[in-house]
């Protein structure tokens, strides 16, 4: 697609629930980083992957998190057991290259989840 | 610890004037920095990317510099128009931190008609 894609746009759940995001970045960008957004905060890292392989997940607030990008394209980031804190949009960004100079990162509308 | 600083959090002004964001950060061992703009509810729009060697970046009203020796990044937007109200985010790649951006708090801008 033109630009990076996340579902769903919306999430309600209930504490305890698992639930799962999806991003599915620029076709053939090599990098692909989730971020926390807190309201009126600037975004948190979370987790980076280059093409398949999870290199950072420094960022993860705790092991209920969990992302993977199986075949190095589309990635789903999950979290099990949500709890009010976890209520944040989440980002997803993807970038061309791969290695500690990224350039230009893309992100997508986000995922805003509400736990109730 | 590595961090980004911007002030101030919120700027209104009128419309037509010429501003400044700023953004600070505390190692000057960086890659590049990056200006994104974030409408509300939206996700981040990429507005420049300043790689390290470089001092000034430009696209239409927007001009950013980097002073990388003494951590600073401007954001210059030449008269200003109600649609350019947004919070302007800051951030910058540095080394040792594997690829990874990391942001400041941002600056919400409101320009007043």
């Known amino acids: 697609g033109a630009g990076v894609s996340q579902s769903p746009r919306y999430k309600v759940a209930k504490r305890g629930q698992d639930v799962a995001l999806r991003c599915d970045p620029i076709?053939?960008?090599?990098?692909l980083f989730w971020y926390q957004q807190a309201l009126g905060q600037g975004p948190e890292f979370l987790t980076y992957f280059q093409n398949e392989a999870q290199l950072d997940k420094s960022g993860l607030p705790s092991d209920r998190f969990f992302a993977e990008r199986p075949e190095g394209s589309v990635s789903t980031l999950k979290i099990q057991r949500t709890q009010q804190e976890d209520s944040a949009v989440y980002l997803c960004?993807?970038?061309?290259?791969?290695?500690?100079?990224?350039?230009?990162?893309?992100f997508g509308e986000g995922s805003r989840l509400t736990v109730l | 610890k590595q961090e980004v600083t911007q002030i101030p959090a919120a700027l209104s002004v009128p419309e037509g004037e010429n501003l400044v964001l700023n953004c600070s950060f505390t190692d000057s061992a960086i890659y590049n920095l990056q200006w994104f703009r974030q409408d509300p509810g939206k996700g981040l729009t990429s507005l420049l990317l300043?790689?390290?060697?470089?001092r000034e970046q430009t696209s239409g009203r927007l001009n950013a510099s980097l002073d990388k020796s003494s951590g600073r990044s401007t954001l210059y937007i030449a008269a200003s128009q109600p649609g350019d109200s947004a919070t302007y985010l800051c951030a910058v790649r540095f080394y040792n931190q594997g690829g990874k951006l990391i942001f400041g708090q941002g600056t919400e801008l409101s320009v007043k008609p």
């Open positions: 300043i790689q390290s060697s470089q």
């Open positions: 960004a993807s970038s061309l290259v791969g290695g500690p100079n990224t350039g230009e990162l893309f």
């Open positions: 076709s053939g960008h090599v990098s």
